[in-house]
């Protein structure tokens, strides 16, 4: 396993910038509190990227708390951008890194 999710983590949140969906102000509290995975019902995948799963993962890091061992992002995220007009494969990649570092395993990338 991949001894550094946080320099994933930071990848993710440097690529949504790249792309300028970094966003300055947070959504609602009630988007956020969505039960859909993902928020899908109330949220953007990378919405959900900025505002829950790095968050989330940088308080078990500073925690020292255990991480998610069985994650899959890279096909959701390979899903939400495969219709967009914005070259992603950076972003994608990044997402992809992440879950080999957390599961251990490799993620087969798209062609």
Request: one cysteine or more.
């Amino acid at each position: 396993m991949n001894p550094d999710p946080q320099t994933r983590l930071y990848a993710i949140e440097q690529e949504l910038k790249v792309l300028s969906w970094w966003q300055a102000q947070p959504p609602a509290p009630e988007a956020l509190a969505s039960q859909e995975p993902f928020c899908l019902d109330t949220l953007t995948f990378p919405q959900w990227l900025q505002f829950v799963l790095i968050p989330r993962m940088q308080a078990l890091l500073d925690a020292g708390a255990p991480l998610p061992t069985s994650i899959a992002l890279y096909p959701m995220a390979t899903e939400s951008f495969k219709d967009l007009p914005e070259n992603t494969r950076a972003l994608e990649e990044a997402i992809a890194l992440l879950d080999e570092s957390l599961t251990g395993k490799r993620v087969i990338r798209e062609a």
